[in-house]
């Protein structure tokens, strides 16, 4: 590799230990649970896992996992129209579109893969697309790849949506996040959907956060508001709540399905989820509908948590998600305060800019089903503790 450049990144490195912003990987000795074995600090409570029902290691969803991997194999191979579709991706796309209430789903190696391969194959020339300012970053990056004109509206504002929407050339399509990953919010999703119908607009909604976790059966932002058939198009992750293993999904009409399977360019030209992660999230989402007191645990969780950390004194951002955001300042305060967490025995991730906006880096706390009263109550004395010392409470 040429010698300067290889020189200029080791320094972009070294500048950014120095200002305290290095991102460090941690590495785990034991399968994702409440709990796991760090090889850097031992036993750890995790609060920064999408595992939001605790199946990444439930009995049911790995012998599931393990039953695919030795009927099937290790993968594909190839892509699906190349070398053919296993009878596990239309059983568990079958049940994906019946869980949601949609005609039909389609699966990809990753959400990231749904969002980049949906929004340019809906989004062509002479269309538009809407996007909320704070959508994620596949969101962000499949619109880039689109033809479609595509213009941001502030985050949760209508009167700015509605604006957008009178501008719109062409079909507009309004996407959004359903729960928002680094506010824990959720989208406006009936004035969306109001707005959407009058302007004739195509709704999309990106469920990854919502999806086992909003609704009373865990169906999502949609269950949530008492939307069944009124938004367009689902994306979401078998990579969270259903499983935590890998793979994401379209759900949508058998017009646009049948699109994607022509159309999509991330479906083309990249190997079909592996069958093992097919047979797992099956498991899941099964598990899910057979166990709705998975939904009333995480609640429960998210309530206890709530309102431990109002008691000590910390002023988390508002939301109804499992998704508990902590603002403390600068990127720097932020890693500083997570590395302080993790040497009391608490797992749990400091984001800062870029991921969000300058002087708004926070710890993000999330919770999961698979958390007992002792879990949390440790995760608590150790964010007293650091609080205090750190002068936040």
Same mark, same amino acid.
């Given at each position: 590799?040429?010698?300067?450049f290889?020189?200029?990144? +080791? ?7 120095k ?8 590495? /785990? ?12 600090a ?9 595992n939001? /029902?605790?199946l990444?290691n #439930? ?9 695919? *991997?030795k009927?099937?194999?290790?993968? =594909?191979?190839?892509v699906?129209?190349?070398?053919g ?5 239309r059983?568990?796309e079958?049940k994906?579109?019946?869980?949601l209430?949609? #005609?039909?789903?389609? %699966? ?13 194959t809906?989004?062509?020339?002479g269309?538009? +697309? ?11 990056? @499949?619109c880039r /790849?689109?033809?479609?004109? =595509?213009v941001?509206f ?9 604006s ?5 050339e062409?079909t507009?399509f309004?996407?959004?996040d ?23 607009? !195509? ?6 956060h919502?999806? @086992?976790?909003?609704?009373? %059966?865990g ?6 508001f008492?939307?069944?058939g009124?938004?367009d !198009?689902?994306? @979401? =992750? ?8 890998? @793979?994401?999904?379209?759900?949508a ?8 399977v ?18 797992s ?5 099964? %598990? ?6 998975l939904?009333?645990? *995480?609640?429960a ?13 910390f002023?988390? /951002?508002p939301g109804?998600s ?5 603002i403390?300042?600068? =990127?720097?305060?932020?890693?500083a305060?997570s ?8 797992f749990?991730t ?9 002087g708004?880096?926070? +710890?993000? +706390? ?7 009263k002792?879990?949390?109550d ?13 002068g *936040?409470?």
């Amino acid at each position: 590799m040429n010698i300067n450049f290889e020189n200029r990144l +080791i320094a972009e490195l070294e500048e950014l230990k120095k200002a305290g912003t290095y991102k460090r990987l941690r590495h /785990l000795t034991s399968p994702m649970d409440a709990r796991v074995d760090m090889e850097e600090a031992g036993d750890v409570v995790v609060l920064s896992s999408n595992n939001y /029902l605790g199946l990444a290691n #439930d009995p049911g969803v790995v012998k599931a996992g393990i039953a695919g *991997l030795k009927r099937y194999g290790a993968g =594909t191979a190839s892509v699906r129209f190349i070398c053919g579709t296993y009878d596990i991706h239309r059983e568990l796309e079958a049940k994906l579109a019946a869980f949601l209430g949609f #005609d039909a789903a389609l %699966t990809y190696v990753s959400c990231w893969a749904a969002n980049e391969g949906l929004l340019p194959t809906l989004g062509t020339a002479g269309n538009t +697309i809407i996007s909320d300012e704070l959508n994620h970053a596949s969101i962000i990056d @499949g619109c880039r /790849l689109a033809g479609a004109r =595509t213009v941001r509206f502030k985050h949760a504002d209508m009167l700015h949506l509605e604006s957008r929407l009178r501008e719109a050339e062409g079909t507009a399509f309004v996407v959004t996040d359903g729960v928002f990953s680094m506010e824990g919010d959720l989208a406006n999703l009936p004035e969306i959907v109001a707005l959407a119908e009058r302007y004739g607009a !195509v709704t999309i909604v990106d469920d990854s956060h919502g999806i @086992g976790v909003m609704g009373k %059966t865990g169906r999502g932002i949609i269950e949530h508001f008492g939307l069944r058939g009124k938004v367009d !198009v689902v994306t @979401g =992750t078998l990579g969270k709540a259903l499983g935590g293993a890998a @793979g994401g999904f379209v759900a949508a009409s058998s017009a646009v399905v049948e699109t994607l399977v022509q159309r999509s360019r991330t479906q083309l030209f990249s190997n079909a989820l592996p069958a093992t992660v097919a047979s797992s999230a099956l498991a899941a989402v099964k %598990t899910l509908e057979e166990h709705p007191k998975l939904i009333e645990k *995480l609640r429960a969780n998210v309530a206890y948590f709530r309102a431990g950390l109002a008691a000590l004194g910390f002023s988390a /951002l508002p939301g109804e998600s499992a998704i508990v955001p902590l603002i403390v300042g600068e =990127t720097a305060f932020a890693i500083a305060m997570s590395d302080r967490l993790l040497a009391e025995g608490v797992f749990v991730t400091g984001f800062g800019f870029p991921v969000v906006p300058e002087g708004a880096a926070r +710890i993000r +706390i999330q919770l999961s089903a698979a958390h007992k009263k002792k879990h949390l109550d440790k995760a608590m004395a150790a964010l007293q503790k650091v609080g205090k010392e750190l002068g *936040l409470i």
